[in-house]
């Protein structure tokens, strides 16, 4: 639950009384009977919208009880009987709540080992992708399942928790001519009367609920030969199996590696690769013996085969499949420990991938990652990587870039600390003492320390809080050189920070060599002039009053969401923001890491485990260093803030990995955030990249510039597309918007991912014109573009589109049969900019004739200016409830997330003020539109308080 520091007031003033208010039910089940096997047996028809069946479940019951409580979600149970010692026992059903159902008996159930069948039915979801749903492809019906988290229980009664993972035996009866797939290999097939049959699965290795999987429908099947002993097949939608060609290629080494990496065969007795033709919220999943894809990310016709679509499945292939190492081998005992899945298929799938397609130097995944979990981390309320799960809010929660990649940079981390061999060896013994079973966070310290308690603590320290570690350093070279080193939490616009922005970052090269120079020959390095950061509100206000009241309660303020000058210290009713901050991690601003910190200078390496608030670390060299590295290979999950100008003497001067680069581009534009570091700098270490050889780095310095424009005003609009077009034009206009025969891999991702930005904040009057010719001429022949091009052109051409074309493009994607290709052409819908034409594009949302679940990740995706923002916050406020009803309850919960990129308080307020009374009652609605507030507030603030630097750089530039 990612907010910003407000820990002091907030934590102070609300969390108490939240805290105390306890759930009347309890989320996990008690732990008098255990489940020791299931039995399953289904009868469904994907043509039809309900389904029933029979579960018999070996109960070990550990004392007697006349109740029994398990978990069942729109189901209906028809009968229940337990059996124990001989005797039979009856049972009613009684609903407890939404999620958890009681078996009542009339007299006690004595202790002991019993079986438990369940008569029952239910309905099968054809609005989302969660539980037991159906969906239709052309004129076929398929049945999929997605039980992670917890919904099994939509399907069967279950005891629903990964704690108890056991055998199980599934039989599925269907009509005859459908295939069906499981977790495990066909064992037989009975014929039925009716047209039926009943499809017989081998016995399970022990699993939990949420990992039991299966499909029903008209399949085809690619037979993709073994791997090793493992039998691998992939099972995609009727007609579409030559489409996996690709994945069939390249999973047989991801596998290879994956077992070399553990030691140990792959586990199940069979792989298929199943693909699903929609999903929401999810792309893959980890299902052992039937891994699911959503169809976009594993099909793919030869002509679609882009470089996009390759990386991207290696990437997430090696990601699921090392889920069948963590997670289905040995899983989590409890959600709150759901990184052990999460974390380690992120890192081990980047490994992998680098490993597999060397080509590709995936080594700088950890970057991304780095980059992608601090964005989330820098908030105060960011939650913290093993966080309690005690709801299903913070369950739902869970599933976030902190778990996934503040995870896999923490692993990188310390398996850069520990070397790569000693990492590997705790890996394997961690699986090696849980092998199918499952485990804890402390159980894999133990394993990864060995005996090493110092080691094991300083994991905990990054697992168990959360926040980026600030890690001031300033060379001291009086004697021999040495860096002073203090840690504190990284904040943005924190109070401390923007006066230390203000105090150094002065017009001109004098202010910023007298603002506390270091020792050394840095203290002289000159940077380009910025004027300085204006102070917002100094003396009073918002800012003053956040000062004075915080200042009271002797807390690290922040100035966003603080008390009004005239209320003073007085408390006043919390905002939505602020109790959601209250219920979420309240870490002290007095943080501590134990942070493995690795240095490099002129004259090589040294480190340090630095334990507490301060520390001193010697350097190698004999004279004061040139340039100091303070995150050598660019793994610290740490920002390092030097002194004024160190970061841009170190950039230009020293010669730096390209992990360090991207690392270091990364602060730099964070460090803007904090007020450590101007705009007008950090813009200016972007333009010195651009030029950078290496893709990735291209990519990062761009990102820079992007990141910018929520603070461009309109009258900075031809400004900041000058920036782009000096930044990116003329490699843009080299590539341009189609492929050529000449493109390298990074040709092609490049132009797929950054040319439309700059077609659209460069303004680039030529590739729109260009972009609608070729529209044009597709609009008449589907064949005139091609596939990895079509989604780049046509949303060059609707940002200064017509009427005539809109309702061209509506055309084209009511007559398409190609998810594909309708996926571009309402990406191109959602980019028209001309006010009546962007909101006829969202009045498809509730048209029968557009699915829903096809146009919101356009949507999602594209958030586009200010302007388009309010029309859709508008077209939302009035239509959220018909929005709601096409959708699944758990896509509704995300809908602030479309509006986290406003950058005004009155934006925030009015997000709050509609949305507030509304989420309650939608998985994740609360923390969503926490997350979205606290990011749009921030922006105000960052806005104001480095609007002179960027004003000052544009008119330069």
């Not at 805290?19 to 255990?34: E, K, N, T, Y």
């Not at 020959?521 to 000062?547: C, D, N």
């Not at 070729?774 to 091009?789: F, I, P």
């Not at 986290?900 to 509609?914: G, H, I, S, T």
Request: overall charge neutral; charged content about 20%; proline content about 6%.
């Amino acid at each position: 639950m990612n907010r910003m520091l407000r820990a002091g007031l907030y934590f102070l003033l609300f969390a108490l009384p939240l805290w105390a208010a306890a759930q009347s039910l309890p989320m996990r089940l008690p732990d008098g009977v255990a489940p020791l096997s299931y039995r399953l047996a289904l009868t469904l028809d994907p043509a039809r919208s309900t389904h029933s069946g029979k579960v018999s479940i070996a109960l070990d019951i550990k004392a007697a009880t006349r109740t029994i409580r398990l978990n069942a979600s729109d189901i209906v149970v028809t009968s229940a009987v337990l059996k124990r010692a001989g005797k039979t026992y009856a049972a009613r059903a009684r609903v407890a709540d939404s999620n958890l159902l009681d078996l009542v008996f009339a007299a006690p159930v004595p202790a002991g080992p019993g079986e438990l069948t369940l008569a029952f039915r239910g309905r099968l979801d054809d609005k989302g992708s969660q539980g037991l749903f159906r969906q239709k492809e052309g004129a076929d019906w398929y049945v999929f399942t997605q039980f992670e988290a917890t919904d099994a229980r939509r399907a069967f009664p279950v005891f629903d928790e990964p704690r108890w993972k056991v055998p199980w035996t599934l039989s599925l009866t269907i009509p005859a001519k459908l295939t069906a797939v499981a977790n495990t290999a066909v064992a037989r097939e009975v014929a039925l009367a009716h047209g039926l049959k009943r499809v017989e699965f081998l016995t399970t290795p022990p699993l939990p609920s949420y990992l039991v999987a299966f499909g029903v429908g008209p399949f085809d099947i690619l037979d993709a030969g073994r791997v090793g002993a493992t039998p691998l097949r992939f099972i995609t939608p009727r007609g579409r199996a030559a489409e996996a060609r690709y994945a069939a290629r390249m999973t047989p080494p991801i596998l290879a590696q994956l077992e070399a990496y553990f030691g140990i065969a792959y586990p199940y007795g069979k792989l298929d690769v199943m693909a699903l033709p929609i999903t929401l919220n999810f792309g893959a999943m980890e299902n052992p013996g039937l891994v699911t894809f959503a169809a976009r990310l594993l099909l793919a016709r030869e002509a679609e085969e882009t470089a996009n679509f390759k990386r991207s499945f290696v990437e997430i292939q090696a990601h699921e499949l090392a889920h069948q190492w963590f997670g289905d081998y040995v899983t989590m005992a409890w959600w709150d420990d759901l990184w052990l899945n999460e974390s380690f298929a992120s890192w081990m799938g980047d490994k992998i991938t680098a490993q597999v397609m060397p080509e590709w130097r995936f080594e700088t995944g950890t970057q991304e990652a780095r980059a992608e979990a601090m964005a989330a981390d820098r908030l105060l309320s960011a939650r913290r990587i093993q966080q309690p799960v005690n709801d299903p809010e913070s369950l739902e929660s869970a599933f976030d870039s902190i778990t996934y990649s503040k995870g896999q940079a923490t692993l990188a981390m310390f398996e850069n600390w520990l070397g790569d061999s000693p990492f590997q060896a705790g890996v394997q013994r961690y699986m090696a003492r849980h092998a199918w079973g499952s485990a804890t966070g402390d159980d894999f310290d133990a394993a990864l320390a060995a005996g090493q308690p110092e080691l094991a603590a300083a994991f905990r320290s990054f697992t168990g809080q959360p926040g980026i570690p600030r890690l001031s350093v300033t060379l001291v070279c009086q004697d021999k050189p040495l860096l002073r080193l203090s840690q504190s939490r990284f904040l943005p616009s924190s109070l401390s920070g923007l006066e230390r922005g203000m105090r150094w970052s002065q017009t001109g090269r004098d202010a910023r060599r007298s603002a506390q120079p270091m020792a050394g020959p840095l203290a002289s390095v000159a940077t380009p002039q910025t004027p300085r950061l204006a102070p917002t509100q100094r003396a009073g206000g918002e800012f003053g009053a956040s000062r004075r009241c915080a200042d009271s309660l002797g807390t690290r303020p922040s100035f966003v969401d603080a008390p009004s000058a005239a209320s003073e210290c007085t408390p006043v009713a919390p905002t939505f923001q602020a109790r959601q901050a209250a219920r979420g991690s309240a870490a002290a601003p007095a943080a501590l890491w134990q942070i493995p910190v690795t240095v490099r200078t002129p004259a090589g390496r040294t480190r340090i485990l630095l334990k507490e608030a301060t520390g001193s670390l010697p350097l190698p060299d004999t004279a004061c260093p040139a340039w100091v590295e303070a995150n050598a290979d660019g793994v610290g999950y740490y920002r390092p803030v030097y002194g004024p100008g160190q970061l841009l003497k170190l950039m230009m001067d020293a010669d730096l990995s390209v992990s360090e680069i991207l690392a270091d581009l990364d602060d730099a534009q964070a460090l803007t955030e904090s007020g450590d570091l101007p705009v007008a700098d950090a813009l200016a270490l972007a333009l010195r990249y651009t030029g950078h050889a290496r893709r990735e780095v291209l990519e990062a310095a761009l990102g820079i510039i992007a990141k910018m424009e929520p603070l461009i005003a309109p009258d900075q609009r031809a400004a900041y597309a000058a920036l782009w077009q000096r930044a990116f034009g003329e490699r843009a206009h080299a590539l341009g918007l189609t492929g050529k025969s000449s493109d390298s891999d990074d040709d092609r991702l490049i132009r797929a991912r950054w040319l439309g930005r700059l077609v659209e904040a460069g303004q680039d009057g030529g590739l729109r014109a260009q972009a609608r010719e070729l529209t044009q001429a597709w609009l008449k022949d589907r064949g005139a573009l091609e596939v990895a091009s079509r989604g780049l052109v046509l949303r060059s051409a609707a940002i200064d589109g017509d009427r005539a074309l809109f309702d061209a493009l509506v055309q084209a994607a009511r007559a398409s049969k190609d998810r594909s290709e309708r996926r571009d052409i309402y990406g191109a819908l959602a980019r028209f900019v001309a006010p009546e034409l962007a909101l006829a594009a969202h009045q498809l949302w509730l048209s029968p004739l557009h699915d829903i679940r096809e146009l919101l990740p356009a949507g999602r995706e594209h958030q586009g200016g200010a302007a388009l923002r309010e029309g859709l916050l508008a077209f939302v406020s009035a239509n959220f409830d018909a929005i709601a009803a096409r959708l699944p309850k758990e896509s509704v919960g995300r809908f602030p997330n479309y509006f986290a990129n406003f950058c005004a308080a009155d934006k925030a307020l009015a997000v709050e003020q509609f949305f507030a009374p509304r989420l309650g009652s939608y998985p994740g609605g609360s923390n969503s539109l926490a997350q979205s507030l606290e990011r749009i507030r921030l922006c105000a603030v960052y806005r104001d308080a480095q609007r002179d630097s960027l004003t000052g750089f544009l008119t330069q530039r």
